[in-house]
């Protein structure tokens, strides 16, 4: 079972309030990875980190921004939240020396 | 460009047969190839990977078929199980590293 964990697991929200969405994980990796998901649809990469203090932009663009202060540590912080960020996001990591990256639970997003 | 696609949205198979996921890549120079499952409510979990110097690679009541000539990969699942129920992806490094691409994913469902 891989130690990555995302809080909350489900959050609804009012519009433009600003929300972080928390993920981390225990294995020691180097690289952190965003997705956002709409429900039975495939992954799209908002946000991705090399190691501390690398924060890079994914395929699908994002209002999105992360930090990586920590290794253990990768944020994620919507400042204005809007129904259109109504999805499902995930959180995963990978260590530089395998392919296969592990996944968080996911954090379902509600925006009203 | 680089694409991964799934050919069927949804499979519904009875319980004990064989089930057969489809996917199919365009990006020729993709080198690594990985199996999700996703159930509902949680994050992908990592199935079976092949890499592209192999053509067959078996796991626990699962095999994967990578046919480069057609770029074609496929996911057969012996005695399916209700808990096989799952939505499936497939993902491909794109670029050299841990980047995947991953495709729409195919709804399994098993009949008891």
């Known amino acids: 079972e891989a130690d990555i964990y995302q809080t909350p697991r489900y959050l609804v929200i009012g519009t433009g309030k600003k929300i972080t969405l928390e993920c981390s994980q225990t294995m020691g990796h180097d690289k952190m990875y965003w997705y956002q998901q709409d429900p039975g649809m495939e992954l799209h990469l908002i946000h991705y980190s090399y190691g501390v203090n690398s924060t890079e932009k994914g395929d699908l663009s994002s209002e999105s921004t992360v930090s990586r202060i920590r290794t253990e540590h990768f944020p994620l912080t919507l400042e204005s939240a809007r129904p259109s960020h109504t999805s499902q996001y995930l959180c995963?990591?990978?260590?530089?020396?395998?392919?296969?990256?592990?996944f968080g639970p996911g954090t379902r997003l509600t925006v009203l | 460009g680089e694409s991964v696609g799934l050919h069927l949205p949804t499979l519904s198979v009875q319980e004990g047969d064989n089930s057969i996921i489809n996917c199919a890549y365009s990006?020729?120079?993709?080198?690594?190839f990985i199996w999700y499952k996703q159930e509902s409510g949680k994050g992908p979990q990592f199935i079976i990977d092949?890499?592209?110097?192999?053509d067959k690679r078996q796991g626990q009541r699962v095999t994967v078929l990578l046919n480069k000539t057609v770029k074609h990969l496929s996911l057969q699942i012996a005695a399916t199980q209700p808990g096989d129920s799952a939505v499936y992806f497939c993902?491909?490094?794109?670029?050299?590293?841990?980047?995947?691409?991953f495709g729409g994913g195919t709804r399994l469902m098993v009949k008891p």
């Open positions: 993902a491909e490094t794109r670029n050299a590293g841990n980047m995947l691409t």
């Open positions: 092949i890499r592209s110097n192999m």
């Open positions: 995963a990591s990978s260590d530089p020396n395998i392919q296969e990256q592990f």
């Open positions: 990006n020729s120079a993709s080198d690594y």
